[in-house]
C-alpha cells in the first residue's frame, strides 16, 4: 500500500533554514502529483508546494521565493527546502501523493488539500 515517510524536522531561529524529505513506496512514485502540506491546531490543512510528473511546480503565495520543493524519480523521495524561515512556518508538514487526473490540477489540489495519501507529518517550529 502507500507509504509517505518524512524526515528533516525541527526547530530553527527566524530566517533560518530547513530541509525535509520524504520517501514514498507502495505504488507508481512517476504516475503520481506529490506535495507538500501544514496544518497546526488553529489553522486547517493548507498546500505548500507541489510538483507534476514533469517537475513543473506550484506554490503557496506564503512561501513563494523562500520555499523549493524537488523530486527525484529513481529514488522515489520528495524535498522540500525551506529558506527564511519565519515563525508563521511553524507547522505540522505532510508529504502527499496523488495519482495524477487530467481533471485535477496542481493548483487545485494545493487550494484544496484535502485528497490524496498522507504521511505522518514532521513538526518544524521557528522560533523568533
Known amino acids: 500500500q502507500v507509504h509517505l515517510e518524512e524526515s528533516g524536522g525541527g526547530s530553527v531561529q527566524a530566517g533560518g533554514s530547513l530541509r525535509l524529505s520524504c520517501t514514498a513506496s507502495?505504488?507508481?512514485?512517476?504516475?503520481?502529483?506529490m506535495g507538500w502540506f501544514r496544518q497546526t491546531p488553529e489553522r486547517e490543512r493548507e498546500g505548500v508546494a507541489v510538483?507534476?510528473?514533469?517537475?513543473?511546480?506550484t506554490y503557496a503565495d506564503s512561501v513563494k521565493g523562500r520555499f523549493t520543493i524537488s523530486r527525484d524519480n529513481a529514488k522515489n523521495t520528495l524535498s522540500l527546502e525551506m529558506n527564511n524561515l519565519k515563525p508563521e512556518d511553524t507547522a505540522s508538514y505532510y508529504c502527499?501523493?496523488?495519482?495524477?487526473?487530467?481533471?485535477?490540477?496542481?493548483?487545485?489540489?494545493?487550494?484544496?488539500?484535502?485528497?490524496?495519501?498522507w504521511g505522518q507529518g514532521t513538526q518544524v517550529t521557528v522560533f523568533s
Open positions: 507502495g505504488f507508481t512514485y512517476t504516475a503520481y502529483f
Open positions: 502527499a501523493g496523488l495519482p495524477r487526473d487530467p481533471r485535477m490540477s496542481p493548483e487545485y489540489w494545493l487550494r484544496t488539500a484535502d485528497v490524496g495519501y
Open positions: 510538483i507534476d510528473t514533469d517537475d513543473s511546480t
